[in-house]
């Protein structure tokens, strides 16, 4: 089919859709009609490829124009002028992403924290979920009741709305959870699905064959394997059993059917017009099934993200993507594109930093970033250490191979390291979802915790508490300094400890991740201001070098270039734009020497160690001890 021909067909048929609309904003139409007439064909192309057999795909396609339009009017006038599209490539850039109860009690109490975030340098805001979810267990608000409804706990929409405004008015981007691939069991779709209504049954996957759902589950990975053994939960009301690949109040959305894809467009355009800047893909591996796969990173997952993406041109041009994929580090790539995401979280760095931090070797890292870190032109990774989930151990098991790693004994002895039962183990981790299947298992706890501070503190060990430090300042050396944006997780920045009080509570208690949600009160801020604390030192630290970093524009643009070092416990990479920037990394407490010559990169005499201010040289070896960083910019 002449893919061309058909997409400028149909245009021309829905046309007089969008004559007929009463147009708020006349100027609006005439823009809308403009990105239409853009965009059109990377709207129709995968939404023919995922729907074309479906008889009724021009009815679909003519709904969710009323809504891009719909959206697009709405919003007309209220985007911010003259914004750089390319905002995310800047030095200035440093994100957070926090809880609105646990960082600041509600979205209004949220407004009188943009002071904090502001002195620390912080431009981009997450916050974690806030809409309608279940009482009691939401999965921390990863259940969506309504998309479209601020959980009354956490404010109101007009509160959301002011507090976007109020960023905005500071320079700050605001970024919101697109919660996708499920729903809660108590949204209206799934009540109605209950209530035994067909059309929205099908906006599930629901399954009555004993035999089917052991075939899917015999294919796909178990994500949540304590809730629930498999992927499937029976659910009386419907009969059957419902996909539920997280915790069981969790629906899987069916994308297979057409009318899902536009009801949630429609949600899209909604959380868009909220004012936020980026909505952050959740779990968007997931969102396609297929018999006989591992109904993960399908071929048409890539198809829906695109389209979603094409909407988003059409109607809300300036939102970004940020893709939530912890995945195979091929499979984390593919979703990168300025078609797809342009934004993606960069989990093989994370878990690589902490994995040459157990081992204090680095191969493992190096090779990987060599192979991974380069993604499209004017894309950005999410660079980050801890956030709200796990630590899940990814990376390549064939490229471990070839280094003489064997990934699931690796993985062991991480996970035995980081939840301290190896001897000698600064951390203090707590696993999370143990498989009794494979004994697999991923990990818990607060940057400070699994660096070794909250060791160090509780022995009263001197020597252990600087080399966490130094842990903690390696850590972040190297995110603040990689190309992309820098995110940081609440109270990481205040150097908390791992919170045991989700213990007791009982909708929380069998889930580990809350180890690393803590509700962070007036002392640790407090703590924080003062050097004389150790999370004083955490904070004075970070934001040191963030200053530095808002600083020098080397930080912003330019590409990164991973090195070789020839010693096994040092880490090194090259920015090289107008500036150019070395940064050397060592993993363990031992002191190092690495010669001089790797500085020729820089290509000048003239090079200051922007950490310490001294000068360094080409020809005289470079010392790092324990734990050091350099920031090597030539002049
Ligand atoms: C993402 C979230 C995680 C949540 C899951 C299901 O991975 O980060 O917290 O449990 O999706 O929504
Ligand atoms: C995510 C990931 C999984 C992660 C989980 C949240 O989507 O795929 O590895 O641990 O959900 O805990």
């Not at 980026?278 to 006989?292: E, M």
């Not at 801020?525 to 004389?532: E, Q, W």
């Amino acid at each position: 089919m002449d893919r061309v021909f058909e997409a400028n067909k149909t245009l021309a048929r829905l046309m007089p859709v969008l004559n007929a609309k009463r147009w708020v904003h006349k100027e609006a139409k005439i823009a809308f009609k403009q990105n239409l007439e853009e965009h059109f064909q990377r709207l129709f192309d995968p939404l023919v490829e995922l729907y074309g057999h479906h008889y009724d795909l021009h009815f679909h396609f003519d709904r969710l124009l009323r809504q891009l339009a719909a959206h697009y009017d709405a919003q007309y006038g209220q985007q911010r002028a003259n914004m750089d599209p390319f905002w995310f490539h800047s030095e200035k850039n440093l994100g957070i992403a926090v809880y609105v109860d646990l960082f600041a009690g509600d979205l209004i109490k949220l407004r009188d924290r943009i002071p904090y975030l502001k002195s620390l340098g912080v431009n981009y805001l997450h916050l974690m979920p806030l809409y309608l979810a279940p009482e009691g267990d939401s999965d921390g608000g990863y259940a969506v009741s309504d998309y479209r409804q601020v959980n009354p706990k956490l404010g109101t929409n007009e509160d959301l709305k002011l507090l976007a405004e109020a960023l905005h008015a500071e320079d700050m981007r605001l970024v919101l959870d697109f919660v996708f691939n499920h729903t809660s069991d108590e949204h209206s779709w799934a009540a109605s699905a209950k209530a035994g209504d067909r059309r929205y049954q099908d906006y599930y996957y629901l399954v009555s064959d004993e035999s089917e759902v052991a075939e899917y589950n015999s294919t796909v990975r178990e994500i949540f394997p304590t809730v629930r053994r498999g992927s499937f939960t029976w659910v009386n009301e419907v009969d059957a059993w419902v996909w539920t690949t997280f915790n069981s109040f969790q629906w899987d959305l069916n994308y297979s059917n057409p009318e899902v894809f536009v009801a949630i467009a429609d949600e899209m355009l909604h959380l868009a017009s909220l004012g936020c800047d980026v909505l952050r893909l959740d779990a968007l591996a997931f969102i396609w099934k297929q018999r006989g796969t591992v109904c993960e990173s399908l071929p048409q997952a890539h198809t829906l993200i695109k389209a979603f993406n094409a909407c988003l041109r059409i109607s809300a041009p300036h939102v970004l993507f940020k893709s939530e994929a912890i995945v195979h580090p091929d499979e984390v790539n593919k979703y990168i594109g300025l078609d797809e995401c342009q934004l993606s979280y960069n989990p093989l760095m994370m878990a690589l930093m902490w994995e040459s931090l157990a081992t204090r070797e680095t191969k493992l890292l190096t090779a990987s970033l060599k192979r991974s870190f380069q993604i499209p032109q004017h894309t950005r990774w999410v660079n980050y250490i801890r956030c709200h989930d796990d630590i899940g151990w990814t990376w390549d098991d064939q490229l471990a191979a070839q280094l003489g790693i064997n990934s699931a004994d690796h993985r062991l002895f991480l996970n035995r390291f980081y939840t301290g039962q190896f001897d000698g183990s600064f951390a203090r981790g707590v696993p999370f979802q143990e498989n009794p299947a494979n004994g697999d298992c991923r990990v818990c706890g607060t940057l400070a915790s699994l660096a070794g501070l909250e060791q160090a503190v509780d022995l009263d060990d001197n020597d252990a508490l600087v080399l966490a430090l130094r842990r903690i300042q390696l850590l972040n050396a190297l995110n603040l300094s990689i190309t992309g944006i820098p995110l940081l997780y609440q109270g990481d920045d205040l150097g908390v400890f791992n919170d045991n009080s989700y213990l007791e509570d009982p909708h929380k208690r069998s889930d580990a991740r809350w180890v690393n949600r803590k509700m962070l009160n007036s002392d640790d801020f407090a703590r924080g201001d003062k050097v004389s604390t150790v999370q004083g030192r955490v904070a004075a630290s970070l934001r040191q070098m963030i200053r530095i970093r808002q600083a020098n524009p080397v930080f912003g643009a330019s590409q990164t270039e991973i090195l070789e070092t020839y010693n096994p416990h040092a880490f090194a990479f090259a920015r090289i734009g107008e500036q150019r920037l070395l940064v050397l990394a060592n993993f363990s407490e031992h002191r190092l020497e690495i010669p001089g010559s790797i500085l020729q990169i820089l290509a000048s005499r003239q090079i200051t160690d922007l950490l310490t201010g001294d000068a360094l040289g080409t020809d005289e070896s470079i010392e790092l001890s324990a734990y050091q960083v350099i920031w090597a910019l030539s002049h």
